[in-house]
């Protein structure tokens, strides 16, 4: 134990003789610095963030009255979930009118006072374009499904029933999977991917992509800094409809993303819109290789300026995951990245459950020390972080217990298509508990007043039960919780640009238990080690030397004051402990 306690203030590393080389090849901190590289993006999902009219739903002015607690946070840039004109199918992923704003989130001149109180604060806002599909009631469709003749037609997927049934493409909203939908009117089957009140756009469409360009420079000349594109791995298509292998829906997005001319059309968005704007561009989905996700972001193409990709997210589920694997697919991505293009890097979204209920461990006596081990690995690697809203408070997955619990349209219909077809209404329940989008959905947890402070009217979704020990107001006067250790985990990583551009080495890669990996450049270079179980672990190097500073630590409360010792060359850890080790 002493042993241990003092390793936790004390320890240095020298790099096994495979990297004893690699100073000469570390690249420096000024190489190809971009605002958006440096930048940590933290999600607002708008609808559970903060209600200010007593509805139920949060809105534009609840996030305003909340801007100084988001200074506070350390962060560069909001992400914004969908606040546009939606008959909010999808919770707002629906789109029926792109320049306006939902009147359940207020109005424009919210929204501009948003921005303007965003900026003020050196706040960057980047918005969620979704142009994959539209909404059924968005003028366009309901010109294109008026009749065949209508200019509007070719503006999305169509195909006549005299030409017999389509053939079959899967639907990942659909209550039956079919993602074509027969509509009486003209005799015909509109494309949906996503939902049947979510048809497909037709990008090979020329005036689609001009519609798409000015609606970006509307919202760009209003002064956005950037936009997350929703599924646009998807946009491009084989309008022929080929027949697929059967069973393709096991592994849809092999034939689904990075299709067709999808690298032209975003070359051309660039030289209309990037070009032309300082903005941060992210599209969601990087394809299905290395390749496709470079080719996105590879500076020389000018295209995107951050591949998404969504390996490492995908890893966990309800019996757990291999920490072999996830430290496979993050550091090969980072080996893809290491010379040119960037990534993002990030646990949970507003389609994902609780970072916290998957990767870590949200049991009461391990959920802090996990959190803040979660939040050390996503603020420390190279990339830009992408931080979802409630995670710096270590906010968990509901357990929900019933169907009524839950509100997402698409949970409900797979519910029914189970129940149809004869599944484990039971397992999925389970699976939901676990994995389901609307756990990462329950309202922001401000304080232990009724409704966590969200509303004071009836929330729209329920309210996680632990709200009156995991909120803001608790966690503000906790030195050692989750939301301050983020506050020091966000000035650590802005205070060392190392954290940000310098090499990426995995240590101990066998080891089942621990992270751990160097950050390092001609500026300096940082030791990580993270425990990702709930049990004693220990990290082995090579080889250990004298002069160290632990530089933050979740098991640590004062302050670290640093001492020369010699250490053995093994490294006891506790339970979802994390360190940042300066060398």
């Known amino acids: 134990m002493k042993q241990n306690i003092l390793a936790i203030f004390l320890l240095c590393l020298t790099v096994c003789a495979e990297n004893s080389n690699a100073q000469s090849e570390l690249p420096k901190a000024d190489a190809n610095q971009k605002w958006w590289k440096e930048a940590i993006v933290y999600q607002i999902y708008p609808r559970s963030f903060k209600d200010s009219n007593g509805d139920g739903v949060g809105d534009l002015k609840g996030i305003i009255s909340e801007l100084d607690y988001i200074k ?24 029926s009118d792109y320049r306006k704003i939902l009147p359940e989130f207020g109005t424009m001149a919210d929204f501009d006072s948003l921005l303007n109180g965003m900026h003020r604060r050196g706040i960057k806002l980047v918005m969620d374009l979704v142009v994959n599909h539209s909404s059924n009631e968005h003028e366009w469709f309901q ?58 756009l037709n990008w090979e469409n020329p005036k689609v992509r001009n519609e798409v360009y000015n609606i970006m420079r509307f919202w760009a000349d209003k002064g956005i800094d950037g936009f997350r594109l929703d599924a646009f791995q998807f946009v491009a298509k084989d309008t022929t409809f080929p027949m697929f292998p059967k069973g393709f829906e096991k592994d849809f997005t092999r034939y689904y993303a990075m299709q ?43 295209e995107l300026n951050i591949a998404y990709a969504f390996n490492g997210v995908d890893l966990a589920k309800p019996n757990g995951y291999s920490l072999l694997q996830f430290k496979s697919i993050f550091s090969q991505w980072d080996s893809a990245f290491e010379h040119s293009g960037w990534l993002a890097v990030f646990l949970a979204n507003h389609d994902q459950a609780r970072m916290v209920s998957r990767f870590g461990n949200d049991l009461p006596q391990f959920r802090t020390h996990s959190s803040q081990m979660l939040s050390t690995f996503l603020l420390t690697m190279r990339g830009t972080p992408f931080y979802y809203n409630g995670d710096e408070l270590g906010m968990t997955n509901p357990k929900f217990s019933s169907i009524h619990d839950y509100r997402d349209q698409v949970i409900l219909d797979e519910y029914k298509h189970t129940q149809m077809t004869g599944g484990n209404v039971q397992a999925l329940l389970k699976n939901l508990s676990f994995g389901a989008r609307d756990n990462g959905r329950t309202p922001f947890q401000w304080d232990s007043s009724r409704n966590a402070g969200f509303t004071t009217g009836m929330s729209w979704i329920g309210i996680n039960a632990n709200y009156k020990t995991v909120n803001v107001a608790v966690e503000e006067n906790d030195p050692n919780s989750c939301l301050h250790y983020f506050r020091k985990l966000v000035q650590l990583r802005k205070n060392n640009p190392t954290l940000v551009y310098g090499k990426y080495t995995l240590l101990d890669k066998a080891n089942p238990q621990v992270y751990a990996y160097l950050r ?13 179980s709930a049990k004693d672990a220990v990290f082995s190097s090579p080889t250990l030397s004298a002069k160290a500073k632990v530089v933050l630590a979740n098991y640590v409360k004062t302050p670290i004051t640093p001492i020369t010792i010699t250490l053995k060359n093994k490294m006891p850890l506790r339970p979802y402990e994390a360190m940042v080790i300066r060398l």
């Not at 840039?77 to 546009?84: A, D, F, Q, T």
């Not at 503006?155 to 993602?179: C, T, V």
């Not at 599209?283 to 996700?293: I, P, Q, R, V």
């Not at 390092?520 to 990702?532: Q, S, V």
């Open 520 to 532: 390092e450049d001609a500026a300096g270079k940082f030791l990580i080690l993270l425990n990702f």
């Open 143 to 200: 010109k294109s499904q008026s009749s065949r003749n209508n200019p509007y037609r070719n503006y999305y997927h169509w195909w006549n029933a005299e030409n017999g049934k389509p053939p079959y493409r899967y639907s990942l909203f659909d209550i039956n999977h079919d993602a074509w939908k027969y509509d009486t009117l003209t005799n015909a089957y509109y494309l949906h991917y996503f939902s049947d009140k979510q048809p497909d």
């Open 72 to 95: 506070s946070l350390g962060v560069d840039v909001v992400w914004l979930n969908p606040i546009y004109q939606s008959p909010n199918f999808d919770n707002g992923y629906d789109v």
């Open 260 to 302: 067709g001319n999808i690298h032209g059309y975003l070359q051309q968005m660039n030289q209309q819109i990037f070009s032309k704007y300082d903005v941060m561009s992210v599209a969601e989905g990087a394809g299905n290789t290395f390749e496709d996700a470079h080719n996105l972001v590879d500076s020389n193409r000018h």
